[in-house]
């Protein structure tokens, strides 16, 4: 299949194994129209002054443009919740931001008021470089459930469409960028990795919540364990 600005290029995995001595071992691989980059929520309401800041929030998105020169399939996700979303803690009488409740039998971070659908914090950072980017995928707008990854909803019921269209595309790779690692980030990667892509998780690229704190060493230790690869932005480079 041919699309309109098909890119070829070069990323590599450096993998360093102390055995008695340094050993450095350089895994190369091509990178084609089989991959995919996928910006995860990379709204204002995650970045510094928003409603739910990530620390460095902003800085990746820098990152992210240059990375975009590599894809020629670049995909965004929109945090996109009505305004009375059950995730929100004013929504529960007596709960304070990140306490964790139980909603519907799942476990559930209770999280300050965000990117509430039309409002400027739900809308992309604006030196975000959009004319790269080939779709948006929005999510969480279910008042009853919250929806972390950029396939499917936490409960597991309804899908975004997001598998269809990579598979329609001839995607087998996505690389991930955006926010926030331990949450979005990391559960779209897992859904990723279930869907049957490689999955490779841009770590500059990426900024993370840490809420409960512990949280991004958990999720990135459990991402890899289930084959989830973890890269940095400059291993991505044009040949
Ligand atoms: C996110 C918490 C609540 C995210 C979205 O994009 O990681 N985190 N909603
Ligand atoms: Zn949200």
Redesign the pocket.
């Known amino acids: 299949m041919k699309r309109g600005g098909e890119r070829d290029g070069l990323w590599q995995v450096r993998h360093k194994e102390e055995k008695g001595q340094n050993i450095e071992e350089e895994e190369k691989e091509m990178m084609n129209g089989k991959d995919g980059l996928l910006v ?2 990379m709204q204002n309401d ?1 970045c510094p002054g928003g409603a ?1 800041p990530v620390e460095e929030g902003d800085v990746i998105v820098a990152v992210i443009n240059q990375l975009m020169k590599h894809f020629s399939v670049v995909v965004a996700t929109q ?1 996109w919740h009505p305004a009375n979303h059950k ?1 929100f803690a004013p929504m529960h009488q007596g709960k304070e931001p990140y306490d964790v409740i139980e909603l519907h039998g799942n476990e559930q ?1 209770m ?1 300050p008021e ?2 509430i659908q039309g409002t400027q914090g739900a809308d992309l950072h604006k030196e975000l470089d959009t004319r790269e980017v080939c779709a948006i995928f929005r999510k ?1 707008m279910n008042t009853e459930v ?1 929806s ?1 990854s950029g396939f499917r909803d936490n409960s597991k019921e309804s899908i975004t469409g997001l598998d269809g269209y990579l598979k329609a595309l001839g995607i087998e790779r996505i690389h991930l960028a955006g ?2 690692t331990d ?3 990391y559960y779209t990667g897992m859904d990723g990795i279930r869907n049957g892509y490689g999955v490779t998780m841009i770590l500059d690229a990426t900024r993370g ?1 840490d809420v409960p704190p512990g949280s991004m060493q958990g999720k990135l230790s459990e991402f890899q364990s289930k084959g989830g690869k973890i890269a940095k932005s400059s291993d991505y480079a044009l040949r």
């Open positions: 995860i929520d995650f739910l945090d995730s971070v999280w965000h990117c969480g919250d972390y926010l926030a949450y979005c980030v919540i």
